[in-house]
């Protein structure tokens, strides 16, 4: 079985500060990291690499530096990274990454898909589902549970107050959330293998069968046309626990919004 | 400061220090206070493989190397000196003279196991009446068919108890002086082989420290690690490389009390201002800073000159005394800009301050370490 999933690497939103006067993100100087739902993503193949088998492929579209996200999966046990990188990839809105992601997934062999839900610095949650679309397979969002059961995948897919338990049979695209399980740690010897005996393969422009209208800015419909710092709140949220598991979910909901 | 590290050892600095902030500082405070062993957290050291960083991956370690080691200690140290310093006590010590000294079979049968970190380990030379002056050793060694009897006393030894294969010196010749010395491996549960009562300490004091007890120990002659009469240059030898381990737990701990100091002063008011607007708490912090990474130096150098292959005994020895003398001023003076809240148990640097103290006396004294510097000028 092959599973492929998809890994953005982002600025860690919790060392972000919003220049005030612009109300845009100070990305200078912020370490990048990998997408806390894809890394949920990786987590949910490697446990099923652990239980059943398979090989997991490691694939990322975005500048040459997000070749360290790719050697994190690696180090947590990713068999394969594969960096998407081409100056004619970028400025890329979800329409033209989800096309060019999807043109590096057809050169694959592949069962399951998987990507996290969202990233957290564009925060669209659009590319999953749009990969699916452009690949023409089924797809799953919001998942917090996940096992394979034969050429099936089972689901369970969240939503604010309730639950759907779905089965789709692969191939099929899933994209994760980040309560999906708790990921590993990479291990030492994971790290130095990745760095001294692993390699990342380079895909560029003309590695990918994609059309040139799809592909970066100039294949990308939408304009950002003004960003705004937030000022609408959503209404609040009353906790009605005991004080214990008031704590305890006050501490889960801030750590997942990278307050704490 | 830039040494130019390599991206794997970067990368294992962030593994590192993500394991050190979520898993075990969060139990520092419950460690010392305690003086509980953090069973649980060198079980998941266990697992993620840091028991056994700088061995090859032929005999269960994770293939990386002495820098990498020193990274994972310093980041340990940082928030916990005590978990850094059973990782110490167990790798540069206890492991390293298995890796250094024994044979393939000794190889296969105790250090895959503690590399893997399936076991625990511990290295005791120290008697009572032999501490610096290690020829004092009382402890015996008598073969005796097809085993070795031991019969003696160590005593302050890290790990003792919790640790399952134990390096042990004990004399085989009292006429030959330090030449009358061999080493021994022992596990844990072989008859005659018991543990004291746990020391009551000034830090580090959910480490295990207790004697080992000998009274008729039987063990097979296989277990003699090196050759007879060889044990002092084995002992002295891993050594070395456990010094390189206890200068990266004090400059360890030396930063993470700088780190908190560096906190505090910016939100502590009097005079109705921080007191890091004051020039003697900015000069005090540029003096630490300074000191730590003139420390920091020192151990780095002595760990790529061990990984390269270069006699690395002085540099260890350098590393050790500074860093221990960095680690006690620099904790002294942490507590000492947290003013009363500094000595009591709110901030961690208090727990700290006790802590830094150890790093300038097991290992060899910082005198010792000095007299391993001046003997190489004086030759
Ligand atoms: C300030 C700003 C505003 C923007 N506004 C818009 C906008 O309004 N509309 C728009 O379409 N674009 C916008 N973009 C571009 C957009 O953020 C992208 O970079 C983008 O195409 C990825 O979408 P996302 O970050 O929302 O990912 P999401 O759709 O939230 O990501 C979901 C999952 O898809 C996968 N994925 C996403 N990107 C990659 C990748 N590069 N490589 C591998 N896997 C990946 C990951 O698994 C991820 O978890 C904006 C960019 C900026 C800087
Ligand atoms: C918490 C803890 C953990 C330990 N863990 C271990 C362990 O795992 N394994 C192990 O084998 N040992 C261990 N030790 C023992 C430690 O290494 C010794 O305590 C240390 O080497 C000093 O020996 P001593 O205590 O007998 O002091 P002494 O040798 O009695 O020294 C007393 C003082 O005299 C000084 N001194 C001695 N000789 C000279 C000289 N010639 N010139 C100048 N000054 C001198 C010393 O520097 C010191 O200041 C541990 C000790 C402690 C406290």
Known sequence: MNIIVCIKQVPDTKEVRIDPVKGTLIRQGVPSIMNPDDKAALEAALRIKDGMGAKVIALSMGPLQADAVLREAMAMGADEGILVSDPQFGGADTWATSATLAAAITKLEYDLVLAGRQAIDGDTAQVGPEIAEHLGIPHISYAKELRIEGDEVIVKRQFEDRYQLLSAKMPVLVTALSELNQPRYMTPRGIFEAYREKQVTHWQRNDIPVESENIGLKGSPTRVIETNPKVMKAPGTKIEEDVEKSVQYLIEKLKEKYIL | ?379
């Not at chain 2, 993620?48 to 310093?74: R, S």
């Not at chain 2, 000034?202 to 060889?230: A, H, Q, V, W, Y």
């Not at chain 2, 737990?249 to 008011?269: D, H, M, N, S």
Request: hydrophobic share 40%; proline share 3%; aromatic share 8%.
């Open chain 2, 1 to 379: 400061m830039d040494m130019n590290f390599s991206k794997e050892h970067l990368m294992a600095r962030q593994l590192f220090h993500d394991f050190a902030v979520n898993e075990v500082e969060p139990w520092a405070e419950q460690t010392d206070e305690g003086h509980r062993f953090p069973k649980e957290i060198v079980g998941k050291m266990q697992e993620l493989g840091f028991m056994g960083v700088p061995f090859p991956k032929e005999i269960g370690g994770q293939g990386c190397d002495t820098l990498a080691y020193v990274l994972l200690v310093e980041e340990l140290a940082k928030v916990c000196a005590t978990t850094a310093v059973i990782v110490s006590a167990h790798t540069s010590l206890a492991a390293d003279a298995i890796a250094q000294f024994g044979n393939e079979t000794q190889k296969e049968q105790f250090l895959r196991p503690l590399a893997e970190g399936k076991k625990l380990g511990s290295f005791a030379l120290t008697e009572a009446e032999a501490g610096t002056d290690a020829s004092g050793l009382n402890t015996k060694a008598i073969r005796d068919g097809d085993s070795w009897v031991i019969n003696g006393t160590k005593v302050f030894i890290t790990n003792a108890g919790q640790a399952d294969i134990y390096v042990i010196f004990a004399m085989t010749d009292k006429t030959a002086g330090t030449r009358g010395i061999s080493a021994f491996i022992i596990e844990k549960g072989t008859p005659g082989f018991s543990f004291g009562l746990p020391e009551k300490k000034m830090g580090i004091r959910g480490s295990s420290t207790c004697e080992l007890i000998f009274e008729d120990c039987r063990i097979p002659l296989e277990n003699l690690l090196g050759r007879e009469g060889k044990g002092f240059g084995i002992a002295m030898a891993t050594l070395d490389g456990g010094r390189i381990g206890i200068a990266a737990q004090a400059l360890g701990i030396a930063e993470g009390a700088f780190e908190k100091t560096i906190t505090y002063v910016k939100e502590r008011k009097q005079f109705k201002t921080p007191i890091a607007k004051f020039q003697n708490t900015q000069f005090v912090l540029a003096q630490m800073k300074t000191e730590i990474e003139a420390a920091r130096f020192l151990v780095y150098d002595a760990a790529l000159k061990k990984d390269s292959g270069k006699p690395y005994s002085v540099e260890a020895a350098m590393a050790k005394l500074k860093c221990s003398q960095v680690a006690s001023d620099v904790t002294r003076e942490c507590v000492q800009l947290h003013g009363g809240y500094g000595y009591i148990q709110a901030f961690q640097v208090e727990r700290m301050m006790r802590d830094a103290k150890i790093t300038e006396i097991y290992e060899g004294t910082s005198e010792v370490m000095k007299m391993v510097i001046s003997g190489s000028l004086l030759r």
